[in-house]
């Protein structure tokens, strides 16, 4: 009954390598997102799409593409894997839309990347 | 832009002491606050919530009110256990910007 699993849990790959992560929700949110936690803890927001369309995009490289299949996953595609790419990426979701005054969003376990 | 300042950690407490983690934050319209928990090697989980001025968020005995006059959304628990030993994190939520944006995370540790 996972509410925003993400798949895998661990990557670890070199340099110059393609890698994706996935991740599903079965809240029925709308809205789904993409964190990046760098070594310091600190959490930034990258992307966010709700029903499939690309809202936020926070002057990610282009490396980085997003892809929503439909409005239940959102995929994380990374090319070129650089050692900086290394940090813990969150998925989440919330429900966002008329008649919704708060933005609660429910986080994945999280992809720890390690780029050697 | 929005911002969330939290109080410097790491925090280090002995068991049923009395916890504050300060948090304030900087928004140009009225946003939700949050605080989220992140246990050793887990991923967030919501702590509490509070979406508007004076609401109070509770939840396993911790508490936090949203202070619009000075901004802030102070964590409080009465007597804390090992099992608080996480990182907390404030955040904040402009339904406009449909993003979080958090504070850089403190770490507590509860000691026997």
């Known amino acids: 009954d996972t509410a925003v699993s993400q798949t895998p849990k661990y990557l670890v790959t070199q340099m110059g390598n393609d890698k994706s992560i996935k991740c599903e929700q079965n809240l029925g949110h709308d809205t789904m997102y993409w964190y990046k936690q760098d070594s310091k803890k600190f959490l930034k927001i990258m992307f966010s799409y709700n029903n499939k369309e690309l809202i936020i995009n926070e002057t990610v490289p282009n490396r980085f593409s997003p892809k929503s299949p439909d409005k239940a996953h959102l995929n994380l595609h990374i090319n070129s894997l650089e050692l900086g790419d290394s940090a813990v990426y969150f998925c989440a979701s919330s429900q966002v839309g008329a008649g919704y005054s708060e933005n609660t969003q429910y986080f994945g376990p999280g992809t720890r990347l390690t780029v050697l | 832009g929005d911002s969330v300042t939290q109080m410097e950690g790491p925090v280090t407490l002995s068991e049923e002491a009395f916890l504050t983690i300060n948090c304030t934050y900087t928004?140009?319209?009225?946003?939700?606050l949050f605080w989220y928990v992140q246990y050793p090697g887990e991923g967030l989980q919501l702590l509490l919530k509070?979406?508007?001025?004076?609401d109070k968020g509770s939840n396993k005995g911790f508490e936090a009110t949203y202070r619009k006059e000075t901004t802030s959304f102070h964590l409080e628990k009465g007597s804390v256990q090992v099992s608080d030993s996480a990182v907390y994190f404030c955040a904040l939520s402009d339904l406009g910007a449909q993003k979080l944006v958090f504070g850089q995370g403190t770490r507590l540790t509860i000691n026997p």
């Open positions: 928004a140009t319209g009225y946003p939700s």
């Open positions: 509070a979406t508007k001025a004076d």
